[in-house]
């Protein structure tokens, strides 16, 4: 036979206050308890023996003598049903407490988490669900003033990354898809450092005495050991940069 178990009600409040409110909405299988907090007429769904609770557990009575909505349900087992996207488990009825489930992916993804958990005295799994993640990793993101070359995520691919001119990069190159993830932390493409030339050639600029901006700017030169003819290379790279930029 089977036995249908319906809300059994308990006042815990004064008959006036419990006269206030409407008769709680029917929640089948479970124990609803009635109480007063500084005031405010509260109602607390228990669930039975072999259920658990899906929804809000506590209810409020509001000014309209009405309980708020949305009500909960007690669905049949000790603990909700395990989840597992693209994976399996070992359960295929309703959980009991203590009861102990066993987690497995499906080809091609990668179990992240525990492989078990058991169903606790308080209808919660412990230790948490895992995950099943997929075994390719997905295009990484360009970084800022950078970008990478590489058309395969599956598996085992590679990838390398590049920055633009004026650009270095910070970190590692070249990377493999291992476990649905990159082998290192994405890099990053940072300003690259100015040549002593470019240091002597700002300083100059910045000085307002022409005497000592050329004295000094001669001095740097000769202190990085830059010749004559690097520092006359370095001069019609720039003009020929300048050029460029005006044809644009």
Request: with cysteine; proline share 6%; net charge negative.
């Amino acid at each position: 036979f089977r036995f249908l178990y319906y809300l059994v009600v308990v006042w815990l409040v004064s008959a006036s206050d419990a006269k206030n409110c409407s008769e709680p909405p029917s929640v089948d299988n479970s124990i609803f308890v009635m109480h007063e907090v500084e005031g405010q007429a509260l109602g607390t769904y228990f669930c039975l023996q072999g259920y658990h609770l899906v929804g809000k557990k506590t209810l409020s009575c509001n000014a309209f003598q009405d309980w708020d909505t949305p009500t909960p349900t007690c669905h049949l087992g000790h603990c909700p049903d395990p989840v597992l996207f693209n994976g399996e488990f070992n359960s295929s009825g309703p959980v009991n407490v203590n009861d102990k489930v066993t987690f497995q992916c499906v080809d091609h993804y990668i179990l992240k988490g525990s492989s078990w958990s058991q169903c606790q005295e308080n209808h919660t799994w412990v230790p948490p669900f895992p995950i099943c993640q997929s075994e390719d990793c997905g295009p990484p993101e360009n970084p800022t003033h950078g970008y990478f070359e590489g058309h395969d995520f599956n598996s085992g691919s590679n990838i390398t990354f590049y920055c633009e001119k004026k650009y270095h990069l910070v970190g590692t190159q070249h990377q493999q898809c291992v476990n649905g993830e990159w082998s290192s932390a994405l890099p990053v493409c940072e300003p690259a450092p100015k040549t002593e030339f470019e240091k002597a050639l700002l300083a100059f600029q910045e000085n307002k005495n022409l005497c000592q901006a050329t004295e000094s700017f001669m001095q740097r030169l000769k202190e990085s050991g830059l010749i004559l003819e690097e520092l006359k290379y370095s001069l019609e790279m720039k003009k020929a940069e300048l050029v460029a930029k005006t044809l644009l």
